[in-house]
């Protein structure tokens, strides 16, 4: 499923741009990463990408579809998205009916059986059974991203999944990413955690003050810190002491 942004801006006041002549596009194999300080429009892009808000100008596809002219509900059948606060989506009395809802909904034919397998990838087995809010925080966010997985739709996009993640969770979480490529299941990842998902990313977009500063591949923008610098933010820990010992590495070659 290819997602394409056309020039898109969008606005919640009409003196204060959000977003400004957005342009991107990411294949159905692809893993994109969103990132930019808070308030640039991350989780609003999220929203335009499944026609929860629409472009005040430009165009978003979803395939060949245009977020304009379709209902939400037909465009969940191509996306999946789950924002950084789970209690705006669960409802269901327990775990496993809450994974199950989607795939109903969307009328899969094995509803059951999606289920079972994202409880499984999120390593909720052990409180299929129980009321989500008898979870702790991290379990709940794990649980909407099982349903997520579970609709079956092509492209998933997540809101800062990893934040509040225990070790354990984290890793549960990551052999989920690692099923989802083997799939060719297309990602969107809206995240502050560079460490984590800059390996995982095949496209990066940085976002700063209503503009893009970049977009492309992760390598380019490694190389080039200069870009995160200007969008507040920094490169991971290990990224950095393999910069300044490749630049050392240079200098004792000359």
């Known amino acids: 499923m290819n997602i394409e942004f056309q020039n898109v801006c969008f606005e919640y006041e009409s003196s204060r741009p959000l977003l400004r002549n957005l342009s991107f596009k990411a294949g159905p194999s692809d893993f994109l990463l969103i990132v930019g300080q808070n308030g640039v429009g991350k989780s609003t892009l999220l929203k335009l990408a499944n026609g929860i808000l629409k472009p005040a100008s430009g165009r978003v596809f979803l395939g060949d579809l245009n977020t304009v002219e379709h209902r939400t509900s037909r465009l969940a059948r191509e996306i999946c998205v789950t924002f950084q606060n789970p209690g705006d989506q669960i409802f269901a009395p327990t775990v496993a009916r809450e994974v199950e809802f989607g795939p109903r ?3 899969r034919d094995n509803p059951v059986e999606l289920a079972a397998r994202a409880i499984a990838l999120c390593g909720l087995n052990t409180v299929a059974s129980q009321h989500p809010y008898d979870l702790p925080p991290a379990q709940r966010k794990l649980l909407t991203i099982a349903s997520a997985v579970a609709s079956n ?5 997540f809101d800062e999944p990893s934040a509040g993640l225990s070790q354990l969770e984290q890793e549960s979480f990551e052999k989920l990413l690692a099923s989802l490529k083997l799939e060719c299941r297309g990602l969107i990842v809206v995240s502050h955690d560079l460490g984590l998902f800059l ?3 095949t496209r990066v977009l940085v976002l700063s003050q209503s503009e893009t500063l970049y977009y492309g591949e992760p390598d380019a923008l490694v ?4 870009i995160l610098r200007r969008a507040g933010l920094r490169l991971p ?4 002491i393999a910069r300044i010992v490749g630049r050392q590495g240079d200098r004792r070659c000359t």
């Not at 190389?223 to 200069?226: C, K, R, T, Y």
């Open 105 to 107: 909904a969307l009328g």
């Open 237 to 240: 820990v290990p990224d950095r």
């Open 153 to 157: 739709a092509p492209l998933l996009a």
């Open 223 to 226: 190389s080039n810190e200069g």
């Open 199 to 201: 390996q995982y990313a």
